[in-house]
């Protein structure tokens, strides 16, 4: 059996967890630059308040009915998610972080009489370690276990946990799911299943196999046969290394100047470059980008890129960064008014396939690597996030709007919460 836990409103949950005054009050978090809402709590559901909906159509409905608002803290998250998955690994041998909230447990060899308990355990140990609730789906495949979670989730009386364990519990659990809420599916692909008469997921597992390898790629035949209880998709207890690494953001006001922007695609040159060094990777090449506002056809528009291939592959800080800055430069025009920039690694290899340039030195790649080694360490500290950086970027240089951003509470040593026992 595989289990699929999902916590539940996880950036509401988290920002519960340190602000208990939020508990049983409709809460919603916001996008980057607080743009729309990306979180909701169900308080604020029940007031017909809808994910991804911009901020400025809601200010009203927030004013009336004393909405709590916070930006997106994605520190505060990301270290959350760190320790609900520490939990889970504690709990489980083999899990596959998913995504940033969801994770699946490999229960095989798990007596079938004991599935409600551990997994009601694992759902009271989570709550316990990390103050976040969870929802935990238990079925054959992964698919199904995903249906389960949404009916843990959804239906009060499961207590946290679903199982879908026998024939008759699986076809009632298809009966109850839209085609378009089935992992793998989505809105473009169900709505050309409803030509085909498919609209609930027991539609698409009814339909002949013959039929299906008709109409869908070899994808979608996993996902039928997934949901006709057979597993297709194994648990990856190793994430694969990325491909590609993007960091990009969207400016809260438009940016004119030049030494903004090396400020913005040098703090992106620092976030890809530590993101090749944990998975152990080298760039080959690199890509930065910016563009103006698309949506303001008042204004002058200008879409521009820069592809750099590296002398050899690197994972330095130091150098990504200078090559980053130099094809800025090369790419940048006066008098536009910048939305948008972003850093891509378009070319990644693993390190130990790491083939030096002919001139280089082994004492200096080994100086530098230790110069790294150094810099990570220090800023992965929790207490000294962005105690060192490169000269070209200021952390303190707020480029992205975050106005109700709550506190670091677990990651930054002056935002801890202070308890005043004399009151």
Known sequence: MIGLIDCNNFFVSCERVFNPSLQNR??????????????????AKALGIKRGVPFYQIKSIVGHNNIAVLSGNMRLYGDMSSRVMATL?????????????????DLQGVNYEQLLSIGQKIVK??????GIPTSLGIAPTKTLAKIASHFAKKYSRYNGVCIIDTPEKRIKALELTSIN????????????????????AVDFANMPYDNIKRIVNINGQRTWRELNGEPCVDIETITPDKKQICTSRSFSKAITDIDSLINAVS??????????????????SISVFIHTNAFRTDQEQYFKSSHIRFEEPTDDTLTITANVVNALKSIFREGYAYKKAGVIITEII????????????????????????VLDTINQSKNATDMVYTASFDPKMKLVRKELMSNHYTTRLSDVITINCNE
């Not at 409709?26 to 308080?43: F, H, M, R, T």
């Not at 690994?89 to 447990?105: G, N, T």
């Not at 693993?350 to 080694?373: A, I, N, T, V």
């Open 89 to 105: 690994s504690s709990i489980i041998k083999d899990i596959e972080i998913y995504s940033i909230d969801e994770a699946f447990l």
């Open 26 to 43: 409709p809460v919603i978090v916001l996008s980057n630059k607080d743009g729309c809402a990306v979180a909701i709590s169900n308080e």
């Open 181 to 200: 809420e089935v992992w793998g599916i989505g809105r473009q692909l169900s709505k050309q299943f409803q030509k085909y008469g498919i609209y609930k």
């Open 125 to 130: 140990r989570v709550k316990k370690d990390t």
């Open 350 to 373: 693993d390190s130990k396939y790491y083939q030096p340039g002919l001139f280089s030195s082994p004492e200096e790649r080994e100086k530098r690597h230790r110069l790294m080694s």
């Open 267 to 284: 703090s992106f040159a620092t976030i890809v470059s530590r993101k090749l060094r944990e998975q152990k990777s080298y760039a080959v």
